[in-house]
C-alpha cells in the first residue's frame, strides 16, 4: 500500500502563486514501483480533471489551461512530488487531489487540499 500526503493548499489572490507537495509513504517494495504521479483538481459541480502528470524520467504532461503557469516535478529521493503554481487565476479554485500508479498496478489517490484563487 502507499499512502499519499498532499500539502501547501490555501487562499491565495489572482496573480499569486502556491506550491503543493505531495508526499509517498507506505512499504517500500511499494514505493520503488511508482512510475507515473500526477496532479489532479475537482471544482465544485465540475468533473476531476488532470492539471499535470509526471512520468519516472521525468516527462511531464499539462493541460492546455495551466501551460505556462504551473510545474509539475518529483524528487525521488524524497518520493514526494511537487506543483509550482503561479499566475493563479479564480478558475484555478479547486480541491486539488495528487495520484501515483505503481509498475504492479496499484493506483493511489490523496486526500486532496483546497486551492482558492480570489480576485
Known amino acids: 500500500q502507499v499512502q499519499l500526503v498532499e500539502s501547501g493548499g490555501g487562499l491565495v489572490q489572482a496573480g499569486g502563486s502556491l506550491r503543493l507537495s505531495c508526499a509517498a509513504s507506505?512499504?517500500?517494495?511499494?514505493?520503488?514501483?511508482?512510475?507515473?504521479r500526477g496532479w489532479y483538481r475537482q471544482a465544485p459541480g465540475k468533473q476531476r480533471e488532470l492539471v499535470a502528470a509526471?512520468?519516472?524520467?521525468?516527462?511531464?504532461n499539462y493541460a492546455d489551461s495551466v501551460k505556462g503557469r504551473f510545474t509539475i516535478s518529483r524528487d525521488n529521493a524524497k518520493n514526494t512530488m511537487y506543483l509550482q503554481m503561479n499566475s493563479l487565476k479564480p478558475e484555478d479554485t479547486a480541491v486539488y487531489y495528487c495520484?501515483?500508479?505503481?509498475?504492479?498496478?496499484?493506483?493511489?489517490w490523496g486526500q486532496g487540499t483546497q486551492v482558492t484563487v480570489s480576485s
Open positions: 509526471i512520468t519516472s524520467t521525468g516527462t511531464t
Open positions: 495520484r501515483s500508479q505503481t509498475t504492479a498496478g496499484g493506483d493511489y
Open positions: 507506505g512499504a517500500p517494495s511499494h514505493i520503488i514501483r511508482i512510475n507515473a
